[in-house]
């Protein structure tokens, strides 16, 4: 990226073409770093080629991990004598269609035409070279050739710039920046074993067995909260709720966040971010359970607290005695899509819904504390995932202050 020549110059710095570095760190271009090697693709129509034990890389088999020792499809010995062998170690780059995703390959094997991989010289890190590509993502894209499928060409790869210190400081900056990504991968691992202590909780204390909900003619689940030993009912939905549906609300007339009288939330039938759409200066329903009527989503339910507005792709269930709470919305949404109809368009329409039979505790109060028990374990997922955030941020910064050399790890010697 250019930078302004009038700014001052730190002492121990310089200007070069890709910013402000350090007076003993060098630019270099990709092809310094090694072999550069673009894969390809044994034929297919040779079956001694495929289904072997050696991997075969496509940009689909990269992930948001550093490291790669498998993937999807993978090839034999034969298949890997007619195309070019990458060793352990190698680093790939996607740089066709989807462009700008790098992985290490941990093992010996082979990639698609869509990948460049980079085999390192000994003068280089590749742990180093893999931060600098993780941060130079935006720039590959936006170096990619405008044709039907984007593309960065084998030339425009092997010129582009980077600034790179002694293998010493390419190490030190490596390790520092890999212990950050481990204690990421730790988070990232609590929040996913929370997340299935939470749904065995749900299916223990709703009686649900492989993904259907147990009906046993009302019995309650063998597993109850301490101070419940109530029966269950089994009920309609339409006997329960008020079955209807939110309504047409043109997404341009939303604010993003809340803003003023724009508070209250507006749910569509996306999944992103729960399904908020966005804010709205006026509300249709106060805590009720929704579900997605129409589309890929169709079948998903949630709950929704406090006044909200939701647009004619929801279905929408409303109880005064209590009935709309996070325990119901769960039960629903353990048997809902199977009511789902796939001829055409996915479909989960109010005649059906207002039809469908659960099984639900008769007490509301045994629902709410279901329902308090998943909100507790629902916010300590959140706080972790809040705090993961927060780390993933500082990697970001790690790495604009380390490999541009404005924190250095090493003496510059």
Known sequence: MATDTKQKIPAGYKQTEVGVIPEDWEIKNVIDFGSIVTGSTPSTKVKDYWNGNIPWITPTDITSKKDIY??????????????????????????????????????????????????????????????????????????????????????????????????????????????????????????????????????????????????????????????????????????????????????????????????????????????????????????????????????????????????NVCGVLESKAGYANPCIAAIFNSISRKYVSYVGNPKLMNNTVADIVIRIPKAIDEQNAIAEAFLDMKKEITKQEAILAKYRQMKIGMMQQLLTGKIRLIDKG
């Not at 990639?111 to 390192?120: E, G, H, M, T």
């Not at 520092?176 to 991968?185: G, K, N, W, Y």
């Not at 996306?270 to 989503?297: S, V």
Request: glycine share 8%.
């Open 70 to 311: 498998d993937s999807e499809r993978k090839i034999t010995t034969k298949g890997l004598s007619v195309i070019r062998k990458l060793p352990a170690n190698s680093l790939l780059v996607t740089c066709i269609a989807s462009i700008g995703k790098n992985t290490i390959l941990r093992r010996d094997g082979a990639s698609n035409q869509q990948i460049n991989a980079i085999i390192p010289n000994g003068n280089y890190n590749v742990n180093y070279l893999y931060y600098n590509f993780e941060k130079a993502k935006n720039y590959l894209i936006g170096h990619a050739g405008i044709t039907a499928t984007n593309i960065v060409s084998k030339q425009t790869f092997a010129l582009i710039k980077f600034a790179v210190p002694s293998l010493q400081e390419q190490t030190a900056i490596a390790d520092a920046l890999s212990d950050a990504d481990a204690l990421i991968e730790k988070l990232e691992k609590l929040i996913e074993k929370k997340k299935q202590i939470k749904q065995g909780a749900m299916q223990e204390l709703l009686g649900i067995d492989n993904g259907q909900l147990k009906m046993d003619n009302g019995l309650a689940p063998k597993r109850r909260l301490p101070g419940f030993s109530g029966e269950w009912e089994v009920r309609r939905i339409g006997d329960i709720f008020r079955v209807t549906r939110g309504q047409v609300l043109a997404m341009t007339k939303l604010q993003s966040s809340k803003m003023g009288e724009y508070k209250y939330p507006v749910y569509s039938s996306q999944t992103h971010r729960d399904g908020l759409a966005g804010f709205y200066n006026d509300y249709l329903f106060e805590d009720c359970i929704t579900w997605t009527t129409d589309g890929a989503n169709a079948g998903e339910v949630k709950y929704r607290s406090g006044k909200f507005y939701c647009t």
